[in-house]
């Protein structure tokens, strides 16, 4: 439906049975992992992704939606098209610990699991929060800013505009994949790495921009280990304690600010409805 040119790799499809695999759990654009994600992009040419991940910062590529977001809807046409016979997915909580399989039709179990893991992870709010301190949940969820940035992407559904984001990450590999440390070396600003993106969609790069886009409507105060010529480069203010950037964000909000505590950030999502 998106023109994009489906490339798979060929011993996929000699096969006589199709069986994907895998976890299922949210995803901060593709709605959610699992499924039809086990062939695209599992199995799928690197240019075939990108083609499907250049809609990552469409309105309607967010975690927990399936119907209307662009990126899951051509992961399952793709699926489709290949022919997946049969599905097995786990359904993990945040000690790693299975807790669900969802196996059968590669739709209707998905959907399945998709449900089981609203009523679990899916948490209403009834009002935006000024201030959200999110945590990824641990190690090493947290071992880079590549992947300490999928907690800031569920506290984004449960802020206000202009409010802050509080994320404590301990990031002890650094930035992380290649191509996203690049990006944030601090010769472009958030606007331009959106923009250059929207033209130039790059793998792992796209993450740098989705940090960005988050950057636009509210502050991220990032508490972490990084070294400071790192720290430096960075779009987003830094602290050394939690405390510390708690205390900076309070004296920006006001003392009746309303926060809102995420320990588990990247499983964690906060469902508003005004």
Known sequence: ???????????????????????????????????????????????????????FLDFGAKAGKIEGNPIREEIEEIGEMV???????????????IVKVVAGNITKAHREGAEYINNIFGVKIDSLADIVIASPGGYPKDIDLYQTHKAMENALLAVKKGGII???????????????????????????????????????RHKASRLANINLNTEIYLVSTLADEIKKNLFIKSFN??????????????????????????????????
């Open 1 to 55: 439906k998106r023109s994009n040119e489906v490339s798979v790799f060929k011993e996929i499809l000699k096969a006589d049975f199709i069986i994907a695999t895998g976890n299922l759990e949210y995803h901060y654009f593709a709605g959610f992992s699992g499924g039809a994600k086990a062939v695209a992009p599992g199995v799928c040419s690197r240019n075939t992704i990108a083609n499907n991940h250049k809609h």
């Open 83 to 97: 022919g997946i016979d049969f599905m097995v997915n786990a359904v993990l909580n945040s000690h790693k610990k």
């Open 166 to 204: 509080i994320v404590a990450g301990e990031c002890r590999d650094g930035l992380g994949e290649e191509s996203f440390a690049e990006a944030l070396n601090g010769k472009l600003s958030p606007f331009e790495l959106i923009e250059e993106l929207k033209n130039n969609f790059i793998l792992g």
């Open 241 to 274: 304690s939690l405390e510390e950037a708690f205390s900076d964000a309070i004296k920006v909000q006001g003392e009746k600010a309303r926060v809102l505590v995420v320990p588990y950030g990247n499983s964690t999502l906060p469902v508003f409805k005004d």
